[in-house]
């Protein structure tokens, strides 16, 4: 059974900056897929980022985060990250981390709070 759990969320002000991770266990397999996602209140989840596991590092990003948000993975840490600058009250949500290991983003962890005031 694996385990996403995410960290590095907080409250900062408009145009801070915060790193967060996800570390899988007992670890993040070379060929998953990882995404981000988040949820603020009354709003339905959202894709934010999404890394591949074909060895190419290619990353995606919705375009209300492109340019801003930059996702990295380090597969010996079974760890991903993101990178979120020029933070905006509307990027307020709860992040998550979650893994594709076939079709679907199977699984996935319990969030971290991110609020910017």
């Known amino acids: 059974h694996v385990q996403l759990v995410e960290s590095g969320g907080g409250s900062v002000q408009t145009g801070g900056s915060l790193r967060l991770s996800c570390t899988a266990s007992?670890?993040?397999?070379?060929?998953?897929?990882m995404g981000w996602f988040r949820q603020a209140p009354g709003n339905m989840r959202e894709g934010i980022a999404r890394i591949e596991g074909d060895g190419s590092g290619t990353t995606t990003y919705a375009d209300s985060v492109s340019g801003r948000f930059t996702m990295s993975r380090d597969n010996a840490e079974s760890t991903i990250y993101l990178q979120i600058d020029s933070l905006k009250p509307d990027d307020t949500a709860m992040y998550y981390c979650?893994?594709?290991?076939?079709?679907?983003?199977?699984?996935w962890g319990r969030g971290t709070q991110v609020t910017v005031s």
């Open positions: 007992p670890s993040m397999q070379y060929g998953w897929c």
């Open positions: 979650a893994a594709r290991t076939d079709s679907d983003f199977r699984y």
